[in-house]
């Protein structure tokens, strides 16, 4: 197939149906050689139910295999969405509803009242003092909703109602809104270190400080309950996914673009740096939201957010960096990545929603078809040609130490693990083709 020039790539928004055609094609082989086929079936534990997490960079099984609702809920959703994009392909609703089995059957706590244990063994025994968190669970609510829509496994809704539900219980800040992030196994907020059970660390999973809100939680229920809205026939529903828009645009972002990370429970902000890919979720989710809340200034703020993360993230050879810096002192958003690297997520992110932006009317519409193009270009270097799958960051932002291992270790750097999973590279690439395809980002 022959791929579009970057001079032509340039041009994003004025491309003919014919050129945006082909660099939908383009994506469309990316999503099958480096999703599809690098993760399923491998990814699939036959033995003891739900997904293997740890590969190393041939896809040889590595680590301890351990059972994070993070990853067994995205890799479900990426497996479900997958079959919705590919739905001649049985195995792929298979490997869903693999997935749906492992939530509802090991994850989901059935003698404790309800809810999704954060962390598991392969085995199954709860670990992390069985506590449950409220970013694992949206995650898992969207898995079951996205299973139901691919599969028609009316189990799966049901969980997907009972999830959301339990966390509407339990998790709900009835005084100021959103969500409350980390619970314990009866389903009561930990509010502080202090309440912590034993034997877990004083930062929340999230490594920001224990108690406080985060723009992952909200705005991933989010993005959750707007998959569940088209199947979920109470209201309650809808009034929750308007009422977290408008956490997003009171809240968490700013109309300069601007996002806060984690703020105290009364949306005080936390100081820290921001992190560019949650500009970037933030703004294609407020595209896709605009459609069922219109009169809402949503599209706006999502122009905002995406040229915010473009003018202040970008860097010298293309894509985007981490974030805007790190604390010196304290647990708030720091990580391992560092600030000026191009990890995976955030490029995946960037890509989707510079695409929706570019298909969306606006006057900004060809700037974002530019940069759209750029980003693509770019994430050629992020596929593992020779192994399939994507590295979870540019191999030339790596310390010298570290490239220089690369060289010599192939196995470095690890394909998967507990926190890489395939779902950012799942609906980037299947939204961004739909987008191109369709050239309507609501739809």
């Not at 999704?116 to 694992?136: C, N, Q, V, Y």
């Not at 669970?137 to 799966?156: D, F, I, K, P």
């Not at 059970?197 to 985060?214: I, N, R, Y």
Request: aromatic share 10%.
């Amino acid at each position: 197939m022959a791929r579009l020039r970057g001079s032509e790539l340039e041009q994003l928004s004025r491309l003919t149906p014919a050129q945006r055609g082909r660099l939908a094609n383009e994506m469309e082989a990316a999503l099958r050689i480096h999703v599809r086929d690098a993760w399923f079936p491998r990814c699939i534990d036959r033995e003891r139910g739900g997904y293997f997490c740890d590969f190393d960079r041939r896809w040889s099984l590595a680590g301890p295999q351990e059972r994070m609702l993070e990853f067994q809920a995205r890799q479900t959703g990426a497996a479900a969405r997958l079959a919705l994009w590919y739905p001649g392909d049985g195995d792929l609703a298979e490997a869903a509803l693999h997935g749906f089995r492992y939530l509802r059957d090991v994850m989901w706590d059935r003698t404790g009242g309800g809810g999704w244990f954060w962390l598991m063994d392969r085995d199954g025994t709860p670990l992390a003092a069985e506590t449950k968190h409220a970013h694992s669970g949206s995650y898992a609510v969207q898995a079951c909703a996205v299973v139901y829509a691919a599969t028609g496994e009316r189990a799966a809704l049901d969980l997907a109602l009972e999830g959301f539900d339990w966390f509407e219980r339990h998790a709900l800040d009835a005084e100021h809104g959103g969500y409350h992030s980390w619970l314990r196994r009866d389903g009561s907020v930990i509010r502080n270190a202090a309440e912590l059970p034993p034997g877990l660390p004083p930062e929340d999973p999230l490594h920001h400080e224990v108690g406080a809100k985060d723009i992952n939680v909200q705005g991933d229920w989010f993005e959750a309950l707007l998959d569940l809205l088209p199947h979920a026939k109470e209201g309650r529903v809808r009034d929750r996914v308007e009422a977290l828009a408008d956490v997003y645009l009171e809240h968490l972002t700013t109309e300069r673009g601007e996002t806060h990370l984690a703020l105290r429970p009364n949306w005080q902000p936390l100081p820290g740096p921001e992190q560019f890919g949650f500009n970037f979720q933030a703004s294609h989710r407020l595209v896709l939201a605009s459609a069922v809340l219109p009169g809402k200034p949503l599209v706006a703020r999502a122009e905002a957010l995406a040229a915010h993360a473009v003018r202040q993230g970008s860097r010298r050879g293309g894509g985007y960096g981490f974030s805007s810096g790190t604390r010196r002192r304290g647990p708030l958003y720091t990580s391992s990545f560092g600030p000026r690297r191009r990890t995976w997520w955030v490029q995946f992110e960037a890509l989707r929603a510079l695409t929706v932006l570019a298909v969306s009317p606006g006057p900004r519409q060809p700037a974002f078809g530019r940069l759209a193009g750029r980003q693509w270009v770019y994430l050629q270097r992020l596929f593992d040609w020779r192994s399939g799958g994507v590295f979870p960051t540019d191999p030339r932002d790596l310390v010298p130490w570290l490239r220089a291992r690369q060289l010599v270790d192939r196995r470095f750097p690890p394909k998967a693990d507990r926190w890489k999973d395939a779902s950012h590279e799942t609906d980037a690439l299947v939204f961004s083709i739909q987008a191109l395809r369709d050239g309507d980002a609501t739809e």
